[in-house]
C-alpha cells in the first residue's frame, strides 16, 4: 500500500508519498516474500510502472525501510528522495 499525500495549504499538487514496501531509495520491494512471487511480482511491476513512476518527478518518497532491511536489496541509507531520483 501506499499513500498520495496533499497538504491542501500549501496547494492542490501532491507532496509526497508514503511507499512503505514498494518503492525504497534505490530498490524495490521483494515480491518473494509472500509465497506467490509470480503474482506479487506482476502487482508490483504494475504499482511501479502503472502508478508510481507516473507521479510528478518533484514527488518526495518516504519508503517504510532504509539500508540494511531484509525487506529489499540494495537500498540506500538515505530516508527520502524524489520519483525522478
Ligand atoms: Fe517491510
Do not use: Y
Request: proline content about 5%; glycine content about 10%; charged content about 20%.
Amino acid at each position: 500500500m501506499c499513500l498520495l499525500v496533499t497538504d491542501r495549504r500549501r496547494g492542490d499538487a501532491p507532496w509526497f508519498a508514503l511507499t512503505g514496501d514498494t518503492l525504497f531509495v534505490a530498490a524495490v520491494g521483494r515480491p518473494d516474500l509472500a509465497g506467490q512471487e509470480g503474482a506479487m511480482a506482476r502487482t508490483l511491476d504494475d504499482s511501479l510502472h502503472a502508478k508510481l513512476l507516473n507521479l510528478p518527478d518533484t514527488i518526495e518518497i518516504h519508503p517504510g525501510h532504509q539500508a540494511a532491511s531484509v525487506c529489499g536489496a540494495g537500498m540506500e541509507r538515505i530516508v527520502a528522495e524524489t520519483i525522478a531520483a
